[in-house]
């Protein structure tokens, strides 16, 4: 079991760009949640997908965007990057049940310069 | 609402034993506790649920006082491998289960 996949592993971007950052889930895992976590901070829940939806969203604005495919996987993509968009990004999947626990896959480490 | 971790950080000696404190002004469905080490993804440890249910690691036990709205972790004869920062994400229902918001964490540095 390959676990949380996340890519890429890094990436530098210039404000103002765009970026998409991936997300295979664990297998059996049909939601995939994402969060940002700046240098020294705890995750911000950003989003969840299941079953192809955005099922609840956080604080962040619209140019934050996601995608569920139909084999659970999923994308990040953020608009018009700001400096304050730098961060680890990381990936979550999980199963059904009201008792669940989040598999994190290793993030993506995003720098805007 | 954010819950507030005490203490921020921990130093302690092999062997010896901590309790991290996790604390909401919200009533809480459930608690969660991971562990994340330096340049690492956070890696599960235990989660209690309102009603007394809870499903985690062995070696390391929590509590969750329903009333107070507040979880401990308790961390015994500590072992090198136990450094890292802990972090509790709270739940509000069994419906928002999924969206856990996190707290700041702890960092727990165990010395030989």
């Known amino acids: 079991d390959a676990g949380v996949t996340q890519s890429p592993t890094h990436l530098i971007k210039t404000r103002g760009q765009q970026v998409t950052l991936r997300c295979s889930p664990k297998?059996?895992?049909?939601?995939v949640s994402w969060y940002q976590q700046a240098l020294g901070q705890g995750p911000q829940f950003i989003f969840q997908?299941?079953?192809?939806?955005?099922?609840q969203r956080g604080n962040f604005p619209d140019r934050f965007s996601g995608h569920q495919f139909p084999n659970y996987s999923s994308e990040l993509n953020v608009n018009a990057l700001l400096l304050g968009d730098s961060a680890l990004y990381l990936c979550?999947?999980?199963?059904?049940?009201?008792?669940?626990?989040?598999?994190f896959g290793p993030g993506t480490r995003l720098t805007v310069t | 609402q954010q819950p507030v971790q005490s203490p921020q950080a921990v130093i302690l000696r092999e062997g010896e034993d901590a309790v991290i404190n996790c604390s909401s002004s919200k009533a809480l469905y459930s608690v969660h506790w991971y562990r994340q080490k330096h340049g690492e993804a956070p890696v599960f440890l235990m989660i209690?649920?309102?009603g007394g249910e809870q499903k985690g690691h062995e070696k390391i036990s929590a509590s969750f006082n329903e009333k107070k709205q507040q979880s401990s972790l308790y961390l015994t004869a500590s072992q090198l491998s136990y450094s890292g920062t802990y972090f509790c994400?709270?739940?509000?229902?069994?419906?928002?289960?999924?969206?856990?918001?996190w707290g700041l964490g702890t960092s727990l540095a165990v010395n030989p």
């Open positions: 979550a999947s999980a199963g059904q049940g009201h008792t669940y626990e989040q598999y």
């Open positions: 209690l649920l309102k």
């Open positions: 297998s059996g895992h049909d939601t």
């Open positions: 994400g709270t739940g509000r229902n069994a419906g928002n289960n999924r969206k856990l918001i």
């Open positions: 997908y299941y079953e192809e939806e955005e099922r």
